[in-house]
């Protein structure tokens, strides 16, 4: 088998047998966090490769990028102020969502407009990650909830990615190269944990997988399919990639359900006025 030298993009990296373990476990951890995430908007954040919204059932959806959105397929090209095609023309495509093109850190949504937005690596490959998941907060309504995928740097993986950067600052030429895509900063789940903290948001939850060593076949990558089982039970923090659920927190804010229509309900009702009749 041919050894990937060089893998520039995470596009590319993503078509090896690492990559399709990676994005089968992703997808599943992504169709489990979000199909019970209700709400009116969603938005996906990169990494068209993912259907991270499929079991989502909000009406309208994003999947925003930093590439041109082009026609065809089961794509739609629409500005985010625009309208949301109806009903009869999404069901012509089979993820019903509208692509755009858009900077992650400068995101062309009003503020407290979405309530579900998903990273799927985002934030390693933004240019100012800290930024970015500024926008995230400005974007999202109180009590909504930003679903985060990243590697992890103290996995398998992460060792074997450090030895081969390593390995090329020492003028080594190896011939494996390096295991993960060569592009952008890899956050720790505890590092993440930290910003969110300080962006006054709370992790719901917080999953690890993808605990087989680096290997490039797909035939090897079989063999350790144990290593998920076990991995899960007795290293659960070491998996070479993680999912955070967290939720926008608002102080002094609490939701109650229906207030706002029994608030209009309440102006709109007519005053009840009394008359007393004085006695003569």
């Known amino acids: 088998m041919t050894q990937v030298v060089g893998i520039i993009s995470l596009a590319e990296w993503l078509e090896t047998p690492p990559g399709r373990y990676l994005l089968a476990w992703e997808q ?13 908007h969603a938005l996906q954040l990169g990494l068209p490769e993912l259907d991270a919204l499929r079991d989502n059932r909000m009406p309208h959806r994003w999947l925003a990028t930093d590439q041109p959105p082009h026609r065809g397929g089961d794509t739609v090209e629409s500005p985010p102020g625009g309208e949301v095609p109806d009903e009869e023309t999404r069901r012509g495509y089979s993820r019903a969502q509208v692509v755009l093109q858009c900077d992650f850190d400068a995101l062309p949504f009003d503020s407290q407009s979405l309530d579900l937005i998903v990273l799927p690596h985002a934030l390693e490959l933004a240019r100012d990650p800290h930024l970015a998941l500024r926008e995230v907060e400005r974007v999202l309504m109180p009590e909504g909830k930003a679903v985060i995928l990243g590697f992890n740097p103290r996995s398998l993986w992460g060792v074997r990615q450090r030895c081969g950067q390593l390995w090329r600052q020492m003028g080594f030429k190896p011939r494996a190269g390096l295991f993960l895509p060569s592009g952008g900063d890899f956050i720790g789940y505890r590092r993440m944990r930290d910003w969110l903290r300080l962006l006054s948001f709370e992790v719901e939850a917080a999953r690890f997988g993808c605990y087989a060593p680096p290997l490039r076949s797909e035939r090897w990558l079989q063999r350790f399919d144990w290593a998920e089982r076990v991995g899960e039970r007795w290293w659960p923090v070491f998996g070479a990639v993680y999912l955070v659920v967290a939720v926008k927190r608002v102080r002094g804010m609490r939701l109650v359900g229906l207030a706002r229509q029994q608030r209009q309900a309440a102006k709109a009702a007519r005053a009840v006025v009394s008359h007393r009749q004085s006695r003569e």
């Open 28 to 40: 599943a951890q992504l169709d489990r966090s979000v199909a019970d995430v209700f709400g009116f």
